[in-house]
């Protein structure tokens, strides 16, 4: 199985900082069809989680630009600028190019 | 307003059998695949099954293979997950979601705890 390994695992921030958030595959995770299905989640405290970013740098409806999605290959990146408090919570990296999907072990992000 | 309500979770004694619903609404059901994720108690998420739109097809994770059954009825809307001869490990909350390529939307989950 494709293994997504987050660094960190806890990331505590100020409001209005940015935060940075690495996922990282141990296979490519560039289908045959030329797409990357690597995406991200952030489930909030006590809430099902939501899709943020899909095939690594695409806003979900509705997602805040403050949120950008950046990477190929095997390294991604998920940044938030300025910071605000809706945004805390476990962000979790997927990926969907390999069988069975997976996903990565979870960064949470907390305050200072 | 996309809707995903799960139920039929609860306690169950471990080698007995369980099925999860998740009744759909605000899309067109029949047009969508659906999957279910879970996650075990202070831990991450795990995808368990996936179905396609018109449930020819069905994906599951090893450690669910022959025990787990995803299917649906589109007549109805709804979503299942049939668990038989569940253990310890398959204590979790259970998400329905709708998936298109990604998961875009979630029902709020349903727990199951299989303890003695």
């Known amino acids: 199985d494709v293994v997504l390994t987050q660094t960190p695992v806890s990331l505590s921030v100020t409001l209005g900082d940015q935060a940075s958030i690495s996922c990282r595959s141990s296979?490519?995770?560039?289908?045959?069809?030329?797409?990357?299905?690597l995406e991200w989640y952030l489930q909030k405290p006590g809430q099902s989680p939501q899709l943020l970013i899909y095939?690594?740098?695409n806003r979900f409806s509705g997602v805040p630009d403050r949120f950008i999605g950046s990477g190929s290959g095997t390294d991604f990146t998920l940044k938030i600028s300025r910071v605000e408090p809706e945004d805390l919570g476990v962000y979790y990296c997927?990926?969907?190019?390999?069988?069975?999907?997976?996903f990565g072990g979870g960064t949470k992000l907390e305050l200072k | 307003e996309v809707q995903l309500v799960e139920s039929g979770g609860g306690l169950v004694q471990p080698g007995r059998s369980m099925k999860l619903s998740c009744a759909a609404s605000g899309f067109t059901f029949s047009n969508y695949g659906m999957a279910w994720v879970r996650q075990a108690p202070t831990k991450g998420l795990e995808w368990v099954a996936t179905i396609s739109y018109d449930g020819s097809s069905t994906y599951y994770r090893d450690s669910v293979k022959g025990r787990f059954t995803i299917s649906r009825d589109n007549a109805k809307s709804t979503l299942y997950l049939q668990m038989n001869s569940l253990r310890s490990e398959d204590t979790a909350t259970y998400y329905c979601?709708?998936?298109?390529?990604?998961?875009?939307?979630w029902g709020q989950g349903v727990m199951v705890t299989v303890s003695s």
């Open positions: 997927f990926q969907a190019t390999h069988d069975p999907p997976t």
């Open positions: 296979q490519s995770l560039e289908y045959s069809d030329g797409y990357t299905y």
């Open positions: 095939e690594v740098s």
């Open positions: 979601t709708r998936t298109f390529g990604y998961f875009d939307y």
